[in-house]
């Protein structure tokens, strides 16, 4: 069963735009808080609009490479998350912050 | 039917730029977390309007099933309420919406001239099936993919030995 | 091909064992399991020897794997095994286990024994490896690694400066002859685009121009004259006496210094295209022979006799290549590995007794004390002066026919030289074993036979040098020259054959020479026993004997003419180019990143959010530049 | 995309929805009543025959009880904890076949709401969701001990989601298909006279270490005993809904049943051969396809009320475990068996050839 492609309704480029905003957001969110997990969200936001990209131009293309590249992007994200949130433990154990403006230590 | 799949797109559309938006305005952290999770669903249903039904099932699975679940663990047991984040002055914050407004400008100016190939007529909805992305999975990405698992494992030891609470009769850093 | 490959990496697996858990293992264990493994590494060779004296064996010529593999250029990794590589085989792990059974005993007090066995290991694979090399680069690597294996063996007792220099200088003057070595491959190698020992030999005469023979002939020569020591390079190996005394013995007596004949031997086919090689060839030997054998006549040291003796052979050695008496020379290898390394290790019982003690001056005697020694001493020295019927009089013979047959001049060096051999073996034979002993009252006291394990090889290895010459017993007296048959298939190649000699001309030249020595061993015996004559103290030689006993004052010469103008040369070129250019620029841009850095570090606030800001303006600014490039 | 098609569906949708609250309703009673036949005492009896009419009581007195909000900032968040996990434990059966085919009036009527091809991973990820139900619910009572229970409630149900999907993965190495009919037809009657010599089809004869972890998980995902940790009073005050009342906690531990439903049902499925029964292709002939199809369903339902039922001897039979011994058998025992059961069974594969 053939069934027409969902580009032939829904152009391309209306992905193209959601997902540069969905990506725009995930920067504003980073520079906008001083939470670092919500800092750590908005980063999982702006891989997300990425992977969004990826699927569309895998099915734009009819290419099963851009759904397997999407499966390495989660990958590397749970082992961003799982050491990250692990190191902002680890730092409010003991600052007691997760602010980042007060974790400024990496000026020395 | 094809208007359904336009509104079907427009909703969704909506629905994770609004969802995402919140996640970034919301004063409580919670509900950021509660938020992403909404976006994140939005997201899977792009998956299937795309025909990648696998894709969407282990994006819910990854993403609301165990990261945003970590995310939420780690709020709830650093207890973050609104009063206790400080919030950045002012100038700070009309600087960052003013970056990602110009990110956003010149994002959508570069792929306004992108050249793409026309729309293919039909689609492959095999593509997104199991069969196929495994047999890709493991033939041509093989190497990546034990790269990948390569990574999984470092980050697993290492999350575990940050999160580790120190004993405190050794005195190691 | 696997027994082959079991040959060479026996002793490289006893190197690894003691190398890395010698330590642990008790003394014992780890000196009888680095003979072991030679002992079995023997055991193979002799199934291999066996199988080409009896006609079975073939040649093994194979490649083990593609080594180097660029465009038309194909090395491989491979072993050759034909008969003269056999007889080498049998030479180095024949008397190598000999020399690791004695250095078990010798060694036993050293705290590093296992490391003496695991560098002992590591030579002999070295060794087998050159050797068995079905290409000249295998055979570099075995030439580069025994060198290395030299040099490790000849600093050994590492804590005496003297002997680190010593292990030093050896393994400069290695690598000078190595560098010819080399050049002499590259050239090879450009105009032939094949090392393989096989294709070489198949090269047809007159494809390759003259000079390039010669230069690759020559090239390789030099190579040779570094790891056989020979004029101008062979100042190493008397102070290379340094080392523990079983090393002297097998690497400065039996194996490694046999490399550089090994090598003119095995690419033979190549000298006899070039003959004018082949003249400088004989004339070096010849004038490394005599100048040698003259100053060793006034050594002191029982070692540095030895090992000018040594130089003095090998020259021989080399006259018999230069006038292409190949059979010759390797005969002369094989004896000259028995009788000499009974001889070195005979000195280092002696050592051994005398708790260190190598000056000639302070022994005497010791007949009485270590009657084994003496004896097998003797026979050596008897050998090695080419008395009838030991082994040294039928190969050293051959060599005095085949220089007469070739040119007087080099007969009469020869004839000197082997006449000169008698007089200073057994005046350090007769200075050393009769009269009285002269050194301290307590040397006296711990004076003993050495143990079995000393004795026992000394004996086997004098049994050998006695009986070695049935394996080329003399043809014109209606023998039949055994391992001029053996050799054939491999040497006939190369084009060398005896100028022939009528029987009468060499009866005369043999008892000539037979007479000869009889007759300086008489004079010694007369100088040394009956008069009692004794060498001077330090410094107070006079005359040719001070020149001489100097050692002509060659090292002094290259002191003056090489190493300090080099110093000089590297002096200046540390004060200009070192301290002033290189320095001065290295300084710079290192003051340069201060400077900036401490400008730049004004950047670094250490607030995330800052950072991150920049990152995303920069990257508005990438996309800008990267739209207005599309414009 | 016809008319009938959607009512069909519809029809199966409200069937099934129907049917799930019926048995979750009367889970509760028979709770009661096994706890009462176990402790050797009487039951529930008084409110209509045999105490039949007591889950509608029961009902009544929830609905009508005082629903009390506490002081909380996120009342919104606190009403949608419960009503979270009540819809992710229904969704679940939307994927489940309850029976083979129906042949009526000319159409083939399969009786599963929607028989998608990655069903098993669809269970998955909608169990993954009710976490967030408790989670949700539990830190918005605004209360340390609710918002600990939560903890500990979702800690152990990620914790098992592991062993959970790993043991499921050795039995779809062996069906080849995530499809849960798929799996179901895989496990065809009930003896498999295909291989090189007969066993049986259903998996928790092929898979039995499988099995026996998957049985454990599931335990520990619905809460039930000896995994009860999230709700364990002497410890919690009473756990994550501490702060619930009325028909909001009617609805998290109505959910718990209908869990409990579930999981039986996928037990079912994926073990023990769902709607399969011994002798089917005979009944088949002799009565014809929609009989047979009926009496499938049948052993289907019988297979998932004595997995119920299972759950409940279970209450009352085995204690409850500590938390730290809960996460070591998790983590150090379940996971490291899943994976060789995975491995053991992939060397099998390769092995048999196939």
Redesign the interface.
Known sequence: MALLSIFQTVPVHYYLVVSAMLFCIGVLGVLYRRNAIIIFMSIELMLNAVNLLLVAFSAYHNDSGGQVFVFFVMAVAAAEVAVGLAILVAIFRNVHAVDIDELKNLKW | MHNFTLLLFLILSSLAIFCGLMTVFSRNPIHSALFLIGCFFAIAGHYLLLSAQFLAIVHIIVYAGAIMVLFLFTLMLMNLNEETEQHKPALAKIGAVISAGMLMLVLVAVFKRAVLAPPPPYQDFSIGTIETLGKVLLNEFLLPFEFASVLLLTAMIGAVLLAKKQNPNTNQA | MTVLLLIVLLPLAGFLLNAFWGKRLPKVVSGWLASAVVFVSFVLSAYYFAGFVSGTQTKIDADIYRWIQFGDLFIGFGFLLDQLSAIWLMVVTGIGFLIHVYSISYMHDDERFAQFFSYLNLFIFFMLLLVLGNNLLVTFIGWEGVGLCSYLLIGFWFKNQDYNNAAKKAFVMNRIGDLGFLFGMFILLTHTGTLHFSNLASIQPGVLPKWILVAVTALLFIGATGKSAQIPLYTWLPDAMAGPTPVSALIHAATMVTAGIYLVARTGFLYAQAPETLTAVASIGAATAILAATIGVFQNDIKKVLAYSTVSQLGLMFVALGVGAYVSAVFHVVTHAFFKACLFLGSGSVIHALHGEQDIRRMGGLKKYMPVTYWTFLISSLAISGIFPFSGFFSKDEILAAAFAHHKILWVIAMLTSLLTAFYMFRLLFLTFTGEFRGTEEQRHHLHESPPLITIPLIILSALATVGGVLGLPEFLGFHHWLKNFLSPVVAKSGAHAHALSHSTELALMGGALAGAIVSIAYSYILFVRGGALPVPEGEEKGITRLVYHKYYVDEIYEKIIVQPVMFLSDIAYRLLDRRVIDGLVNTSGRLSMIAGGQIRKL??????YY??FM??S??AV??Y??LI?L | MDTIFILEKSLIILTVFAITMLIALYSTFGERVFAAYFQDRLGPNRAGPLGLLQPLADGVKMFTKEDFIPDTPNKFLFIFGPFLFMTTALITSSVIPWGDKLEIMGRTVYLQAADINVAVLFVLGIVSIGVYGIMVGGWASNNKYSLLGAVRASSQMISYEIAMGLSIISVLMVSETLSLRGIVEKQHGFIDWSGKFPWFSWYVFKQPLAFLIFLVCAFAETNRTPFDLPECESELVGGYHTEYSSMKLGFYLFAEYINMFISSAIISLLFFGGFNYPGMDWVKQQLGTNAATLIGVGAMFAKTLFGIFFYMWVRWTVPRFRYDQLMNLGWKVLIPLAILNIVITGAVIILSGN
Do not use: D, K, P
């Open positions: 670094q606030t250490g607030y995330i959010g991150m800001m995303v303006l990257l508005v996309f800008v990267a739209l599309r």
